[in-house]
T-cell receptor, first 115, second 112 residues
Framework: DTGVSQNPRHKITKRGQNVTFRCDPISEHNRLYWYRQTLGQGPEFLTYFQNEAQLEKSRLLSDRFSAERPKGSFSTLEIQRTEQGDSAMYLC?????????????FGQGTRLTVV | GDSVTQMEGPVTLSEEACLTINCTYTATGYPSLFWYVQYPGEGLQLLLKATKADDKGSNKGFEATYRKETTSFHLEKGSVQVSDSAVYFCALSDSRDDKIIFGKGTRLHILP
């Protein structure tokens, strides 16, 4: 097992374009989380899945953001009509049945730059 | 809502110095508390955790004690090494929400 994998590692896009990120969690982890981290700040929760069900979305997640986890395996995070304020590191994490009270394993993140 | 406040960095110490990074929290329930570490170029890693009052988490020479009376979870190490240079995040997880809330992070520089 190679841990949580995120692709791409870096993405530069023009304002107004759509982008999609992928996260492959640790196999058999049924919970998957997306966070966003800006410079000098701690990670902020965006949304999470238990298997294929999206259980919670943060108010930070505008209508331009959508996340999916088909078949309860990998997940995608799409941002439509990107804005400069979307520039950040997007982190994915997975955890086993016990949830984040046990331990969460984070990927290395996808750094998005909107120009 | 729940929140975590930790001391601002950067913190710069010489090798073998003592380290304390302060962390306090606000929570309506009974959270689990964590310290995560982010080494340069790597993802966040769990350093240690404590799930109830008076528990002490420890790992790699680091320790933190869950103090309910002062709502604190300070990170300590008696003798730091250059390899400890990283960003440290204090965090909590409330079982009702099942997500982690992070502090802003403290960057630690250890000089040889």
């Amino acid at each position: 097992d190679t841990g949580v994998s995120q692709n791409p590692r870096h993405k530069i896009t023009k304002r107004g374009q759509n982008v999609t990120f992928r996260c492959d969690p640790i196999s058999e982890h049924n919970r998957l989380y997306w966070y966003r981290q800006t410079l000098g700040q701690g990670p902020e929760f965006l949304t999470y899945f238990q298997n294929e069900a999206q259980l919670e979305k943060s108010r930070l997640l505008s209508d331009r953001f959508s996340a999916e986890r088909p078949k309860g395996s990998f997940s995608t995070l799409e941002i439509q009509r990107t804005e400069q304020g979307d520039s950040a590191m997007y982190l994915c994490a997975s955890s086993p049945r016990g949830g984040m009270n046990t331990e969460a394993f984070f990927g290395q993140g996808t750094r998005l730059t909107v120009v | 809502g729940d929140s975590v406040t930790q001391m601002e960095g950067p913190v710069t110490l010489s090798e073998e110095a003592c380290l304390t990074i302060n962390c306090t929290y606000t929570a309506t329930g009974y959270p689990s508390l964590f310290w995560y570490v982010q080494y340069p170029g790597e993802g966040l890693q769990l350093l240690l955790k404590a799930t109830k009052a008076d528990d002490k988490g420890s790992n790699k020479g680091f320790e933190a004690t869950y103090r309910k009376e002062t709502t604190s979870f300070h990170l300590e190490k008696g003798s730091v090494q250059v390899s400890d240079s990283a960003v440290y995040f204090c965090a909590l997880s409330d079982s009702r929400d099942d997500k982690i809330i992070f502090g802003k992070g403290t960057r630690l520089h250890i000089l040889p």
